[in-house]
């Protein structure tokens, strides 16, 4: 068994602004990569900047970050920054923004790196210090090696083969205090997908089921903020980061199966958010799982079954409708990548992968 979290983790209120003094012993001149806005509004922008300032260093702006990030975005940070001394990499926002920072860490190490530089596994995959500020409850990229692109010439996401671990996680719930209830409610189920991807997953072990048992158990406690039961406190908002986090630690060790691997030709064609096209094929996929550790793993987050659950995601995404040929062309991709068919921890034929694309 192997449990690798090389990440320094700070989750606790202001913690961007009470550990200046650990971001600035990471580099001099800092690019800090970010979405067109929401950092701006939800405060964790200034919180950076204001960190930045205290201890002096030095600081310039990426805000091009798009959703779903592409190559594109990347290479033009390259471009518009190879030549300025950077030698630290800040992300700030959601899993879009954090994960283009750790591409971008990589390029600017490597300024010739080009397209192919990101999908060569045989190329020296260090990076500039990443430090991640999430903004959002979902992706736990603040945690994970992971950086997922969009690939316009493949008309997909495809994950950059080197993993890059941020240094330092900065993770404050304040900055969901106004995000909009869709939100929170994609990206909250995008982290129950990495929890229960995680453990119904071929790589689990011991320690995966460790951080997805506490991810959970934390998620359990904020199903209510979800369905408008009732609103968010600020121990909610902490919670949701939370759960995020602990799901982002369990799928750095296993990887995400196959509501992950699905969703992103739905997310490419028809501009579903990532967390609301991965949870389209949740209750699929557990259904697929062997029952009895379905029915643990639906009670660690207080459903009583199966039936519960279904109804729950209905409740979320209900009106979503996926043609059916776009569940046939992301159907045929799945079955014919080996990897991917293998990746639960039940046997996957095409039969079976039938029944979770098309629901
Ligand atoms: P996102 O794409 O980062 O952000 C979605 C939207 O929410 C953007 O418009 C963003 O605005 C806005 N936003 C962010 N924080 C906000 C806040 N606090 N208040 C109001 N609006 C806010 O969404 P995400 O679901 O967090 O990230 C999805 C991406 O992460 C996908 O590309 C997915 O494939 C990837 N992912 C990565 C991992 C991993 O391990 N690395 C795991 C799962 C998913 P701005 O554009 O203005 O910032
Ligand atoms: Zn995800």
């Known amino acids: 068994m192997h449990f690798y979290m ?5 989750d606790e209120r202001d913690c961007v602004l009470r550990h200046a003094k650990d971001i600035a012993r990471l580099g001099k001149k800092a690019l800090i990569v970010t ?21 002096h260093v030095e600081h310039l702006l990426f805000s091009e970050v798009e959703e779903n990030p592409s190559t594109e975005t990347v290479l033009r940070a390259r471009d518009l920054f190879s030549d300025s001394g950077i030698d630290l ?11 283009a920072a750790k591409a971008v860490a ?20 260090s990076a500039l210090p990443v430090v991640c500020v999430p903004t959002t409850c979902g992706t736990g990229s603040e945690v994970t090696g992971v950086s997922v692109l969009t690939r316009h010439d493949k008309r997909t996401k495809i994950s950059m083969v080197h993993k890059i671990f941020p240094v330092l996680a900065l993770v404050d719930g304040k900055y969901l205090k106004n995000a909009p209830a869709e939100l929170i409610v994609n990206t909250s189920v995008d982290a129950l997908a990495h929890l229960y991807e995680s453990v119904l997953n071929a790589k689990a072990d011991d320690y995966t089921r460790m951080t997805a048992s ?3 158990r934390c998620w359990a406690k904020t199903k209510e903020i979800l369905t408008k039961e009732r609103t968010a406190s600020q121990e909610d908002l902490d919670l949701l980061m939370r759960s995020s986090l602990l799901a982002g630690m369990s799928i750095a060790q296993s990887g995400t199966s196959l509501p992950h691997a699905l969703s ?4 490419y064609d028809l501009a579903l958010p990532h967390g609301k096209a991965v949870g389209i094929f949740l209750p699929a996929f557990l259904k697929a799982a062997p029952e009895a550790e379905r029915d643990e793993l639906l009670q660690l987050a207080g459903f009583s079954g199966l039936a519960e659950f279904a109804a729950f995601i209905g409740g979320l995404f209900g009106g979503t409708e996926v043609p059916e040929e776009e569940r046939r062309r992301t159907f045929e991709m799945v079955a014919g990548n080996a990897a991917k068919m293998k990746s639960a921890s039940f ?13």
Do not use: C, Q
């Open 6 to 10: 090389p990440v320094r983790v700070f």
């Open 35 to 55: 979405g067109k806005s929401s950092s701006r509004k939800n405060g964790s922008l200034d919180d950076v900047m204001a960190a930045l300032e205290a201890e």
């Open 89 to 99: 990499v800040i992300g700030v926002g959601g899993g879009s923004a954090l994960d």
């Open 106 to 125: 990589l390029v600017l190490k490597h300024p010739g790196a080009d397209l192919s530089y990101l999908y060569d596994a045989t190329k020296d995959a």
């Open 214 to 216: 506490a991810g959970l």
């Open 264 to 267: 992103y030709a739905l997310t």
């Open 347 to 359: 046997p996957v034929d095409e039969k079976v992968l039938e029944t979770i694309a098309f629901g």
